[in-house]
């Protein structure tokens, strides 16, 4: 399962000392090739975290030989001392592994603004290389969990090869929540090119959709590592498929256990002139507080969801959108349309259909509600 | 006080029935002139409300003779009826005064796709006319209130002449939280060129710059009606002033009212390269729902600060961004600055400073938390 279902794969997850308590909060992902081919993804936010500007020199390389992975601390924020941390943390591990730090990844999540525990961080990295394994894709994804409840794997299985992954972290790639990583495998062969063009197709349709709450993290990563040790080169079509299935899977997991959302919500748009205007009116809708709190008073607010597709530069005309809530047509021509009583809001998933009447493109974001929870959980919460 | 402190104004507020209850929620505001020069300004969003479109098209001419206001429904996606809805409030308000439907405008609030109770409304419009007096300010006030727990009123004195206002809906022009309604009445004689140039501008730098959730309603209006019965060509200059303070004293009503908020929000963007880099990112920091639970939480989380900052296109370089909050600069040159255990952050006004090191330009965007309570208020009520 997880990272370590393709062959050529090791991982290990370990309770550093980063996070207080005993619980595990760094994990250790390395590849053992043949192949070291590797793509990655990283936030859209100008301020970026010390692990993403190693992270971004490090796959300028195209290669990745392992990936240190720590919660408990996002290491953003922290200047230049910030950034000489990151560094030595992919030293350490580069020495564990007999290796290069130049083809070693980093990725953090937590606390923004404070430096790491280096110590403790550093004999966790040790201690992580001496338990490294190829059953340890779990622990690995235990590790990395902040304010999720539980862990986020998946795999899939191509013709002669795996695809695996772990994520955490209630959000999206961009715009983002908590800090979304994830690390996905794979056995297959492939160049770095080609991994990167994969990469950046499956998640642009699938984490890139994602918008529990429109903040984007200072620390968001998704990275592709290929081991070959399948010796498979795999139909890149239906090796497309099967990471965006991964992707797919993953982010579903995370819109799930996304911070204090009792309710997940997709945004189907259709009848698009294009499928940026979907999308753009998707995420118009996908970001209104108000309407995210009438989901979660199960209120078929329409009016919400037209005040948001209002807002938005694309191709439409008012008095000829139609809304439908749960299947129930309840706007049509941008007026009311069926009785809004029949819209059964109860069950935990909710689609929300517009019909821009503009042409035949489609796009679907996902949200989640607004709720006194997430409130709760981010008065709380210092990150 | 309030829009007949003015002379040439009188203004009445009715319990028409379009509320349930014995509420007042229809408001009728009255230009006696001698001069009828008056201007607007209206939502930016492309789904606009029938009153909305019915008052641009009557503010096409510059001259209003008066406006009819209603709590209780926004007549916002109610198609060609709800046009002709607004048409007829407008014909009976022209009937009871005598005058032409042409220079009257209506503005709407309430739930968002519904008809108006026509029957109580014109019943309303008649009975307002017929209780139109000098001291009516107050009771115009009082009726265009939803959310609002308390009228929304300022006026100010200029030399020889008066300004006064009314607003209504915790929220802001654009985009807007719950509809903003608010009409603003002078005495001092100016062309309906003047008044709009003066409203625009008052507008940009007030309203504009309240972001209380990011939503923009259908329904916003702000009209601006001269009398000209004080006989005073205002100094232009002086003029502007006086309508910008009225406007700044009713948005920080409006602000201080919001729904659900504990904490009144000041964002303060200097050091820009220009002033709209500083409003957006002021804007952007203000749309931050961790941000917002965070100040909720009396918690000076500056990362989340960083964190939307970087969202934008704005000039500046991450690590030369500083950040105060409540004059504590907590963090410098992108990196923990002062100890953050220094911010007091009991106040209810909490001011954050974001120095970006790329200008001399500043512009202030004001918000509230982000709290259960709003969460409670907008999954109950049904806009």
Redesign the interface.
């Given at each position: 399962m997880s990272v370590t279902a393709p062959l050529g794969f090791r991982a290990a997850g370990v309770a550093a000392g980063i996070k207080s308590g005993d619980a595990r909060d760094l994990a250790l992902v390395v590849n053992d090739g043949p192949s070291r081919a590797a793509a990655g993804v990283f936030t859209?936010?100008?301020?970026?975290a010390a692990p993403v500007l190693w992270s971004q020199q490090v796959l300028a390389g195209g290669r990745l030989r392992a990936v240190v992975l720590n919660s408990g601390g996002?290491n953003?924020?922290?200047?230049p001392?910030?950034f000489q941390d990151t560094h030595a943390t992919a030293e350490k591990a580069a020495e564990a592994l007999a290796d290069s730090a130049g083809e070693i990844a980093v990725c953090s999540t937590g606390?923004?603004?404070?430096?790491l525990p280096m110590d403790a961080l550093l004999s966790g990295v040790e201690n992580a290389a001496g338990q490294l394994s190829r059953d340890g894709g779990l622990a690995a994804a235990d590790a990395i969990r902040t304010t999720d409840t539980v862990s986020k794997i998946s795999f899939r299985r191509g013709s002669g090869y795996m695809v695996g992954g772990m994520a955490k972290g209630a959000g999206m790639l961009a715009?983002a929540?908590a800090t979304m990583l994830c690390v996905i495998t794979t056995d297959a062969e492939l160049t770095s090119e080609e991994l990167d063009a994969v990469l950046r197709e499956a998640t642009s349709q699938t984490f890139d959709r994602l918008d529990t709450?429109?903040?984007?993290?200072?620390n968001d990563t998704v990275l592709l590592l290929a081991s070959g040790a399948s010796g498979v080169r795999p139909d890149l079509a239906e090796f497309g498929e099967k990471v965006h299935e991964v992707c797919a899977d993953l982010a579903r997991q995370l819109l799930v256990d996304a911070e204090g959302a009792s309710k997940a919500i997709a945004i189907e748009v259709v009848g698009a002139a294009s499928e940026p205007d979907a999308v753009k009116v998707g995420r118009s809708v996908a970001?209104?507080?108000?309407l995210k709190?009438?989901i979660?008073?199960e209120?078929p607010?329409?009016?919400?969801v037209?005040?948001?597709?209002?807002?938005?530069d694309a191709e439409?005309e008012?008095?000829r959108?139609n809304v439908a809530i749960n299947g129930i047509w309840i706007?049509r021509?941008?007026?009311?349309g069926d009785d809004r009583s029949k819209v059964d809001m109860r069950p935990r998933d909710v689609t929300i259909t517009i019909d821009l009447s503009a042409g035949t493109h489609t796009a679907t974001v996902h949200t989640t509600d607004?709720?006194?929870d997430?409130?709760?959980?981010?008065?709380?919460y210092?990150?």
């Open positions: 859209a936010n100008r301020v970026k996002a953003a924020c922290t200047g001392e910030g606390l923004i603004g404070e430096r715009p929540l709450d429109g903040c984007m993290s200072t970001r209104s507080n108000l709190c009438a979660h008073g209120d607010n329409w009016g919400r037209l005040a948001a597709v209002g807002t938005t439409f008012p008095d959108l706007c021509g941008g007026a009311v607004l709720t006194a997430y409130v709760h959980e981010n008065s709380a210092s990150s």
